[in-house]
């Protein structure tokens, strides 16, 4: 009897690793450098994705997901806390994942205007065009 | 009869395969307009796994940030460049 669930898991896994095997592709072998940049989103989008599946948590029952890491009384009991965390899934992975989403919008924007200056100076975004650019 | 956990996961596994279709197309598409609309179809689906993912907090900064700013502004870098991969041939 195969494990339908854990299937799908590792499907899951394997498409994002994937995902990043062809954004590393686009990274280092597609002549453009706006499609470089695409490329550097998408990693930087599947490495936060990976983050986050990693906190992630087995299912109490099959008809009992997990909850969002929020605690929902003010003054919590001992019983609400334990109660929270057999059930609630890993709150360290979002909060990295929520830093490095916003970290990498800055990245972007910034090779956004670098790449602006190159067609300004050089009339191309072609890396292939710009490596026989002398001086 | 088909278990939500089974659901929850088989739904999972098919946003996985609809972004590495859509992460394969950005990359080999050589008109860069369409590889933006296809990176923003790949955040879409992201934006859905962090939702099932149980991370909400995510998905409120992920959707402006990646379905809309990452776009809008790579279409400014494609007005204010070129539009195809490897010269203006079209």
């Excluded at chain 1, 965390?85 to 490095?100: H, I, K």
């Amino acid at each position: 009897m195969i494990d339908v669930n854990a299937f799908l898991f590792s499907v899951l896994v394997f498409s994002l690793i994937m995902n990043l095997g062809i954004s590393l592709y686009g990274i280092f072998w597609r002549p453009s450098l706006v499609k470089k940049i695409i490329a550097l989103t998408i990693l930087g989008d599947t490495a936060n994705v990976l983050a986050i599946v990693v906190g992630y948590r087995a299912w109490i029952a099959p008809n009992r997901p997990p909850i969002p890491p929020v605690l929902t009384t003010w003054k919590p009991t001992a019983t609400d806390l334990s109660k929270f965390s057999s059930l609630a899934v890993d709150p360290l992975p979002q909060a990295l994942v929520l830093t490095a989403v916003v970290i990498g919008l800055a990245v972007t924007v910034f090779l956004v205007f670098l790449t602006i200056q190159v067609y300004r100076l050089h009339g191309t975004t072609d890396v292939r065009k710009i490596a026989k650019l002398k001086g | 009869m088909i278990s939500p956990e089974t659901l929850v996961f088989g739904v999972l596994a098919a946003l996985g395969l609809i972004s590495m279709v859509a992460t394969f197309m950005a990359v080999m598409e050589r008109d860069l307009l369409k590889a933006v609309l296809f990176s923003a179809v790949q955040s879409t689906a992201y934006a859905f796994m962090f939702y099932i993912l149980m991370a909400p907090d995510i998905l409120l900064v992920y959707v402006p940030v990646a379905v809309g700013l990452y776009p809008a502004v790579i279409l400014f870098l494609i007005k204010k460049t070129e539009r195809f991969e490897g010269g203006e041939e079209e």
